[in-house]
């Protein structure tokens, strides 16, 4: 029980501390803000800060969506033709070492649209882990089973469904849950260099405002949402494994021994 | 005697490194007979029975199985070494693949899948997961996969081999009574003496690097046998002259 609690209480107990350092060392505000005037700030300012959160989101899912579709897709094709894979592995490492901080004023260049422009952005950070573990996940099908299947002459699509799939799901789990971190990652990095004002703009675009006004709280409050989301999207893909894998799967599993 | 379901035909198998892993292998299996193949590990047993299943082509030599290529539904039945289950899947939907591939929905086949299933006594563990399972369920499994699919000729790959003793002896006594209950072919793998005499009705003796068929022993002992064959005069004289044979076949052989 205690064993369960252990991670709210170290959290409780933080906050707690931060409070009181900052009360009693009277810290001033535009330096660093107490939790309780964090939260109130945020809901006083939840209003045109949700606008952005949504604006957050929308590139963070979007791109993973897409990351998901593009890292699966490469990943079959690599799968099938070695020789795909040895041509154009290369240009997939190339786009993943290449800091995304360092690309995206190009790609905010060449693409007319912010919103797409972002979207490349996150989508080029968050595509490589799925790619690549999908990549050895659709190779790790045990050989006895393939050669059952090829024994029961099984069609290339039943192979596909009955064994590679389920052979490469737990990879392409543990590439999601990277991707994941990672998009949300990506989708503020971009924006931060993106750098744009005005409607359409996300919550990074709300921490550069706020960092300007110097107003320390409201950056916090922003800062805040992003935490939720990265922990929410941790959480979510966790459990998804659990569902997924919960049964069979060793990393799954919780044995006493 | 009846025309064989298995044929070997002065058979080779070269493999790409250039090793010749089987010289001239002839042997012959008929329909319902129990047949041992024993020989220590590297011998190439595994690729005489890899060859029978058309996993890989012979270098030479000519192979006949007609019963493999005669019907789609019961195409070679082969046990693994290893269980070779799916991880992800339930034993019952393990033991359903071989009809699922061959197009046989759930209805169509949970007749087949719950008798087979029953049949090595696993009846309670159809929604178990492998890995919740037992080194020897998981090998009963196995089998009863292969012999959902009513084949005529069951080849098996020292499917006993990690196995304990006593799992393995209930095992090899399941399989008999499997055996007997279908009209079925076995060409069984294995390295221990002990095995093929309490097993098969003829043991081949194969030696190694190349592999060849060195002797033959007839075991015309009548089924079922119970455990108390094991302690008999006949299985005692048959484990003494496979192993003069094995001794003789490997005397010149680096171990």
Not at chain 2, 162 to 172: G, K, P, S, Y
Request: hydrophobic share 55%.
């Amino acid at each position: 029980m205690i064993q369960r609690c252990l991670p709210a209480l170290t959290l409780i107990g933080l906050l707690l501390a931060w409070e009181l350092l900052v009360r009693l060392g009277r810290i001033p505000h535009y330096t660093l803000p107490a939790p309780s005037l964090v939260l109130a700030t945020l809901w006083q300012n939840f209003g045109s800060l949700a606008g952005s959160w949504w604006f957050t989101l929308k590139i963070t899912f979007g791109a993973l969506l897409l990351a998901c579709a593009g890292g699966v897709l490469i990943a079959a094709v690599f799968a099938l033709s070695r020789r795909i894979e040895t041509a154009l592995f290369p240009v997939a490492v190339v786009l993943q070492v290449t800091p995304i901080v360092a690309i995206a004023p190009l790609i905010l260049i060449y693409v007319p649209s912010t919103t797409a422009a972002l979207l490349l952005c996150t989508w080029i950070v968050a595509f490589f882990p799925i790619l690549s573990n999908t990549v050895i996940g659709l190779r790790a099908a045990e050989p006895n089973l393939r050669e059952l299947f090829r024994l029961y002459r099984a069609t290339p699509w039943q192979r596909l469904r009955f064994l590679l799939v389920p052979s490469a799901l737990p990879y392409f789990i543990a590439g999601l849950k990277i991707s994941g971190g990672l998009s949300l990652i990506g989708a503020v990095t971009a924006e931060m260099v993106a750098g744009a004002a005005g409607r359409e703009t996300g919550l990074a675009s709300r921490i550069l405002e706020a960092s300007f006004r110097t107003e320390t709280p409201k950056m916090f409050a922003a800062l805040l949402l992003l935490v939720m989301t990265g922990v929410l999207i941790f959480w979510s893909f966790n459990a998804l494994s659990r569902v997924l894998l919960g049964r069979w799967h060793a990393t799954e599993q919780q044995r006493a021994d | 005697m009846p025309a064989p379901i298995i044929t070997l035909d002065r058979v080779d198998k070269r493999f790409p490194n250039g090793l010749l892993a089987l010289q001239a292998v002839s042997l012959g299996v008929a329909p319902g007979e129990f047949v041992a193949l024993l020989g220590p590990s590297g011998c190439g047993k595994s690729t005489v029975l890899r060859l029978v299943a058309g996993l890989e082509p012979p270098s030479a030599g000519h192979i006949a199985a007609p019963a493999l290529q005669a019907r789609a539904d019961a195409p070679t039945a082969f046990v693994f070494q290893e269980p070779t289950l799916m991880p992800w899947a339930s034993v019952y939907d393990n033991v359903w693949l071989p009809l699922r591939l061959a197009g046989m929905s759930s209805a169509e086949a949970d007749d087949r899948v719950t008798r087979a299933l029953a049949g090595v006594g696993l009846a309670d563990f159809q929604q178990a997961y492998p890995g919740e399972l037992s080194g020897g369920m998981k090998m009963r499994v196995s089998i009863a996969r292969a012999l959902v699919t009513r084949p005529q000729v069951l080849l098996m790959d020292e499917p006993f081999a990690a196995l304990d003793e006593i799992t393995r002896q209930r095992l090899n006594a399941d399989l008999l009574a499997s055996w007997q209950a279908a009209e079925l072919a076995v060409l069984f793998v294995t390295h221990s003496v002990f095995e093929s005499v309490f097993l098969s009705q003829r043991v081949l003796v194969m030696s190694a690097r190349p592999g060849r068929i060195v002797a033959e022993v007839a075991i015309p002992e009548p089924y079922p046998r119970s455990a108390a064959f094991r302690t008999s005069r006949p299985y005692l004289d048959a484990c003494n002259e496979l192993s003069r044979a094995l001794e003789a076949a490997h005397a010149d052989v680096p171990t």
